[in-house]
């Protein structure tokens, strides 16, 4: 069964830093994995999704990158914003007993103060 | 407009009634998902429909009923639930043609049970 850990769980930084969000799986076997972010009671927002295949993705400010075999992916977020305050969701897409689905950790709640 | 429309937004019911959820999908995609979302936990995949055929999940109580007429259209059926069923539920959907490609999400309806 697959299970996802998000380190850290929350984090607070001031404007202008570049920022590390980090992903582990327990699965391996993947076929991609793709990195949301959430508002505080709205929907999923994708911002990047990795193939099993690549080993990291890029838009704007945002770096993902996917290492497979040791279970890791890791955001990257330069020069950080106000309006980047949201909690990010990391999610390999894993077959398990419902069919093939994505499978979600609990975030990390990011706060940016300007 | 995320592609994926949920509709209502927030929902209110009694423990006797009867409601069902809406989720409408304009991507052309051939699999669609229902996932809840619960205070301080990860979502939790519900149903998967691939093709239109759904894939069973054994740990969804029968109180939850999907169901999918068409590719483009799911719907979540709900009766006699309990306080503890009140959440975030979001809706998904994903093209899988020879791989796996990214989840759109919904923007959710919030349901209160009491």
């Known amino acids: 069964k697959q299970e996802v850990t998000q380190i850290p769980a929350a984090l607070s930084v001031p404007e202008g830093e570049n920022l590390v969000l980090n992903c582990s799986f327990t699965d391996s076997a993947i076929y991609n994995l793709q990195w949301f972010r959430q508002d505080p009671g709205k929907g999923l927002t994708s911002l990047l999704l990795i193939q099993s295949s690549q080993r990291e993705q890029t838009s704007g400010r945002l770096n993902a990158s996917l290492d497979k075999s040791s279970g890791r992916s890791t955001l990257y977020i330069a020069a950080s914003q106000p309006g980047d305050s949201a909690t990010y969701l990391c999610?390999?897409?894993?077959?398990?007993?419902?069919?093939?689905?994505?499978?979600f950790g609990k975030g990390t709640t990011l706060s940016v103060s300007s | 407009e995320t592609g994926v429309t949920q509709t209502p937004r927030h929902l209110v019911m009694g423990m006797t009634n009867k409601k069902s959820l809406k989720c409408e999908q304009h991507?052309?995609?051939?699999?669609m998902y229902w996932y809840k979302q619960s205070a301080k936990k990860p979502l939790e995949l519900m149903f998967v429909y691939s093709l239109e055929e759904r894939v069973e999940n054994n740990s969804v109580p029968s109180r939850f009923s999907p169901e999918c007429p068409n590719s483009s259209h799911l719907f979540l059926h709900l009766h006699t639930l309990q306080p503890e069923d009140s959440a975030l539920y979001l809706c998904a959907s994903s093209q899988e043609i020879d791989g796996h490609y990214g989840y759109t999400f919904g923007s959710g309806t919030r349901l209160t049970v009491v």
């Open positions: 999610a390999p897409e894993s077959a398990n007993q419902a069919g093939t689905a994505l499978i």
């Open positions: 991507l052309g995609h051939n699999a």
